[in-house]
């Protein structure tokens, strides 16, 4: 027995059959002396109806499904460079992906005779979206072998897109000092007072480096500052372009579903307007029937009232007739010579 084909078949299994199908393999390979497989096997476990349809995808739609896996970098990227038309194309490919692939797993668990309402078929997106965050979860679907409805958190694959651009770079140094000048750190010169200098020009001279670096640092932290607040936008704006277009997805789902109950309900009405129209024409047909038996009904009523008149018409014929033969047979005796 190939246990790695086995497993496949099972988590291929709709969950309600899926214990059955295991206790199967398992006692079949404990029966073929395959006691570590069907240890193995007996471990599985059932999946959810979520993974499960997610599990179909891996044979049906493996070239789409890992199309929509390898945009994870792509997305990580485009947030990371905060390129808002490159994240604002990818987000509109994943989707597409996603929307397409959860149709397709709720139409394969149809075909297998499972009810898959819009709730399943959005957690199956779910789940798909989430692989794009976690590389295990991406991981566990790629092997078909799914067995819990997973949801993660958080932007993608985002939240763990590294430092923002430049945020591990060394600060700015300071300015240079002009050849020839004494270095930023060193001891201030005596001046004369017979020199034309004093004291607070050299302390104003040993200042101004140290003031310039405090603006060069500030002037980086407010640069930093502000693409942290572009980088949160451009999250935020894609966020919320995804919850839109996730919105508009779950609608037509909706839209689609109610389209498909009034389809049926269409098709219920004109089953029963067919089978009214039917027994309306029984009844007419035994209206009619009905008539035509009362119509004999009458004839034979008539007809026997006719033989009852004809009957006793002749009984009186019959009786006068006996009569009439009786005095006959006394005239013929008299007649008659002793």
């Given amino acids: 027995m190939d246990t790695d084909t086995e497993l496949d078949r099972l988590y291929r299994v709709p969950p309600e059959d899926f214990v059955a199908a295991r206790t199967d393999a398992a006692a079949r390979a404990r029966a073929d002396g395959h006691a570590d497989a069907a240890r193995e096997i007996a471990a599985a476990r059932r999946p959810t109806r979520a993974a499960w ?8 739609a493996r070239d789409d499904l ?15 460079s905060l390129d808002g038309a490159a994240l ?54 790629r092997s078909g072998r799914l067995e819990r409805y997973e949801r ?33 750190d060193a001891a201030p010169r005596r001046v004369d007072a017979g020199e034309g200098g004093d004291d607070a020009g050299a ?45 508009v997805e779950t609608t037509r789902l909706a839209a689609h579903d109610a389209g498909r109950e009034r389809d049926d309900a269409r098709d219920r009405t004109e089953r029963a307007a067919a089978r009214r129209d039917d027994a309306h024409r029984h009844v007419d047909e035994l209206a009619a029937e009905l008539d035509r038996a009362r119509a004999a009904a009458e004839d034979a009523d008539r007809a026997r009232a006719e033989a009852d008149r004809a009957a ?11 009569e009439a033969l009786a005095r006959a047979e006394e005239a013929l005796d008299g007649l008659r010579p002793d």
């Fill in 53 to 60: 349809l997610t599990n179909l995808l891996v044979d049906d």
């Fill in 66 to 80: 890992e199309g929509l896996l390898a945009l994870a970098p792509l997305l990580a990227h485009a947030q990371r």
């Fill in 88 to 141: 604002r194309e990818v987000s509109a490919q994943r989707t597409r992906l996603v929307g397409a692939l959860a149709r397709r797993a709720a139409s394969l668990g149809r075909a297998a005779g499972a009810r898959v309402d819009p709730g399943l078929e959005r957690d199956v997106r779910w789940v798909l979206e989430s692989a794009l965050a976690s590389q295990d979860l991406a991981d566990r679907v």
């Fill in 152 to 184: 993660h958190s958080g932007f993608g694959p985002l939240g763990d897109a590294g430092p923002t651009p430049d945020a591990g770079a060394a600060p700015e140094a300071g300015p240079r000092p002009v050849t020839g000048s004494a270095p930023a």
């Fill in 203 to 247: 302390d104003s001279d040993a200042a101004e480096p140290s003031e310039r670096r405090r603006d060069a640092r500030r002037r980086e932290a407010g640069r930093r500052a502000a693409q942290e607040r572009e980088r949160r936008a451009a999250e935020r704006r894609a966020q919320a372009v995804t919850e839109a277009e996730r919105a």
């Fill in 312 to 322: 006793r018409d002749a009984a009186g014929r019959a009786e006068r007739a006996e």
